[in-house]
């Protein structure tokens, strides 16, 4: 799901809070104690570890058998048109369990995030209450906290890059702490924005990608994307810095983090 | 190994107040300085007190500060307010109950009965609690302690020390660690030194940052004579009081809100943050809470601008009576109302029981004053960023003046309100970045009007 150096970062961070991740490795059997409870798991490689609750997450998927007999079109979700609407008159699906007949391009049938489930519930109201308003689902964007590095994506950012983009990496030194800026390689467009520990405007990011803003601006901008409370460490020189490095570009950062100046971007005034 | 967990919840309580051996020894510390000063108090220690004085304060302050310091040690960066809900003392539980009653009496004998806490005449000197004390007025003030000289300095110490350990606590958020510097520099040279300073110069005690309404007696009669009487330096603190009311309060809090106040130089709000950290999550989020709030904030704004006109109607023109109302009586009432009950009884005594803030959201005029302006011209707002709310509701949970700051932003509403003290917690603890305090001057009439989380594509 992550861009590997990300991956990393998260990974290194679950382990410093004490959890032992083992990525390689796969469960063959749940051990039972004899009273009908767990006592531990046998792994592929015939490790034995001892433990008294098990939790299996893989993907999600919904639970819609019940469904199977109700007349409800049916198929890994709930079936519905761009109006969230089932076969059925009145009778409507979103969120995890719903299955979008014609999803926008790029857009999965099913999106089992909490930002899909929450703005088809905007839709829907809007539907059910007389303005009937057809599902978009707007620019990709997604959160989640990982223990205590908080992280944001705005925009398309693919753990396996395709041949036509290219991305822009920065980490801090020290911290937990990294931007990601993908664009496109021919016309320098960027396309998405990937946050680890540092807050980013969903607004201004959104705004550069609808509007094709180029790599060289957005660096040149930067700070009015930034999102941290006051007086945090502004590293935006030296992430322009280290871009001109990487990229040969003379970019001059000259962003502020001043909402005023983001009310001007965005033409709030 | 074949404990059957009822709750297979990561807050579950199973274990949350593990202390480590250092807390163990700084909590002895602390309770072993506590002591003295009670013993000494209650004349158990006879001995002259600066024998008992200077360690005990050396005790507490060593015990609170390495207390502090190994409870947020060792901790991967982060906000940390792990099992606030299963301990008893956050979660008004019995040592919360214990805590209230105690801070709850403290303030009364402090109040009404300051001989119970030794307070003595000039002539046979002090006792108890307050001659314990005697040592470090003489040492500022040239004379023997009052029991607001004690008051003054039990404030000034938690606000300091119980100051370092919430800067350790928010440590990786430097908007906190800049706010609480801020905050210790008011109170403790501000606040504390320089009034008692002035006092050893036999100047009148003044406290620079108390601003009225605040200080509801500034325009008092016995107030202004005393001013009067002390030549310039009084004229120049009349002139000061006036100008800080009328212009530097409206000038500030339109460009930074009524934080600059509420949050960065107050003494009521420095104790709020710094010992009432630990409570602010039990401040009431509801409706009709906030009903309440308004009507009685804003009523005693109206009292105190009635109460002080009346004070000055009579010191202009003579005449006790304005109508039926006689202005030595309301001013008695605002003081015992107002002054004492509410803002140190109720106020701090409460903490553990309603929150940190109870004075400054329900009863403070100045805040009621500040909020008016912020509400109104100010360029402060929390902006909330796009469509990022889970409503999770944390920002809600730790907003002291309880503030339902989930239900603004889990529609992309700006938060503008008139009670928000911009302590910047809820922007701490957000998990998905999605609050920030800031300031602007183009937008400053369409604050808060339009939602951003409205459908996907919000543009
Ligand atoms: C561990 C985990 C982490 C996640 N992290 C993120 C993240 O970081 N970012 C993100 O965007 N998304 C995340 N998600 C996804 C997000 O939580 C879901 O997409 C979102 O909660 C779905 O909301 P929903 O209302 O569609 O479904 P749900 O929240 O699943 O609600 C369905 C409700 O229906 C009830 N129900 C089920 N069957 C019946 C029945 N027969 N009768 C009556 N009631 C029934 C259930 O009890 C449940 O209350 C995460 C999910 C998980 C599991
Ligand atoms: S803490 Fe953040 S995500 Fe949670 S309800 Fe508040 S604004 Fe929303």
């Known amino acids: 799901m992550l861009p590997a150096e990300e991956a990393q970062m998260v990974s290194e961070h679950i382990l410093k809070h004490g959890i032992d991740l083992r990525l390689e490795s796969e469960i063959s059997e749940i051990l039972d104690d004899g009273n009908g409870s767990v006592s531990g798991v046998v792994t592929k490689s015939g490790e034995h570890i001892k433990c008294n609750f098990v939790g299996l997450t893989v993907g999600v998927s919904p639970n819609i058998q019940f469904l199977k007999e109700s007349g409800i079109e049916i198929n890994r979700g709930i079936l519905v048109d761009e109006f969230l609407r089932t076969n059925i008159p009145d009778v409507f699906a979103i969120g995890d369990c719903a299955e979008i007949r014609k999803p926008a391009v790029g857009r999965k049938p099913i999106e089992a995030v909490w930002y899909t489930g929450r703005t088809m519930g905007q839709f829907v109201a809007h539907t059910v209450c007389g303005k009937p308003t057809a599902y978009d689902p707007g620019l990709w964007f997604n959160s989640a906290k990982f223990f205590d590095i908080e992280y944001q994506v705005y925009g398309e950012i693919l753990a396996t890059r395709p041949e036509q983009t290219q991305t822009f990496y920065w980490q801090h030194p020290e911290l937990e702490k990294s931007i990601r800026i993908d664009f496109k390689k021919d016309t320098k467009q960027v396309i998405g924005f990937n946050l680890m520990g540092i807050r980013f405007r969903q607004e201004v990011c959104h705004h550069w990608i609808k509007n094709g803003t180029t790599i060289n601006e957005v660096m040149q901008n930067l700070a009015l994307a930034n999102f941290d409370p006051e007086f945090y460490e502004e590293y935006e020189e030296q992430i322009v810095n280290t871009y001109n490095k990487e990229y040969g570009e003379q970019v001059k950062h000259q962003g502020k983090r001043k909402l005023s100046l983001v009310n001007r971007l965005l033409s709030k005034i | 190994m074949s404990t059957n967990y009822k709750s297979i919840s990561v807050a579950s309580h199973h274990q949350t107040e593990n202390l480590s051996t250092v807390q163990k020894i700084s909590l002895a510390m602390l309770s072993l300085g506590g002591l003295m000063q009670v013993i000494y108090w209650f004349g158990g220690l006879t001995e002259a007190p600066s024998l008992w004085l200077w360690p005990s304060l050396l005790l507490g302050a ?304 100045m805040a009621a004053y500040l909020g008016l302006l912020q509400k109104t011209k100010s360029k402060f707002r929390i902006t909330t960023n796009g469509g990022q709310c889970i409503s999770c509701g944390n920002c809600s949970t730790y907003c002291e003046m309880g503030i339902d700051v989930k239900s603004y932003a889990q529609r992309g509403q700006d938060i503008v309100r008139s009670s928000c003290v911009g302590c910047g917690i809820c922007s701490a603890v957000c998990p998905r970045g999605v609050l920030r305090l800031e300031n602007a001057g183009n937008d400053i009439d369409k604050r808060a009007k339009e939602t951003r989380a409205m459908f996907g594509d919000f543009e």
């Open chain 2, 62 to 365: 060593v015990g609170t500060a390495w207390y502090g310091y190994d409870q947020y040690n060792n901790k991967i960066p982060g906000v940390k307010n792990n099992g606030v809900w299963f301990k008893s003392l956050t979660s008004r539980g019995s040592v919360a109950w214990m805590l209230g009653i105690i801070l709850t009496a403290f303030y009364i004998i402090l109040y009404w009965f300051p001989q119970y806490l030794g307070l003595g005449s000039k002539e046979t000197g002090n006792t108890g609690l307050i001659r314990l004390f005697d040592p470090l007025s003489q040492m500022i003030t040239g004379h023997d302690a009052s029991q607001w000289f004690v008051y003054g300095a039990l404030y000034t110490f938690i606000i300091f020390f119980l100051g370092l350990k919430f800067i350790w606590k928010y440590r990786y958020n430097k908007y906190q660690v800049f706010r609480t510097i801020s905050i210790m520099f008011f109170q403790t040279i501000i606040a504390f030194l320089l009034p008692s300073v002035l006092e050893s110069f036999s100047l009148p005690f003044n406290d620079f940052k108390n601003i009225w309404p605040l200080n509801y007696y500034f325009f008092f009669d016995w107030h202004i004579d005393e001013l009067l009487a002390s030549g310039n330096f009084g004229i120049f603190v009349l002139f000061w009081g006036i100008l800080s009311f009328l212009v530097l309060t409206p000038i500030l809090t339109y460009f930074y809100g009524k934080r600059w106040y509420c949050s960065w130089v107050c003494g009521c709000g420095g104790l709020a943050e710094t010992a009432g950290d630990p409570f602010r999550q039990l401040s009431d989020k509801s409706l009709k809470a906030w009903k309440i709030e308004r009507w009685m904030i804003h009523s005693i704004l109206v009292f105190v601008f009635l109460m002080t006109a009346l004070v000055l109607y009579t010191r202009f023109t003579g005449q006790e009576y304005f109508l039926f109302l006689n202005s030595g009586a309301v001013s008695n009432l605002y003081g015992f109302l107002i002054g004492s009950a509410f803002s140190g009884v109720i106020g701090v005594g409460f903490y553990p029981l309603m929150g940190s803030r109870v004075w400054c959201r329900f009863g403070c005029p």
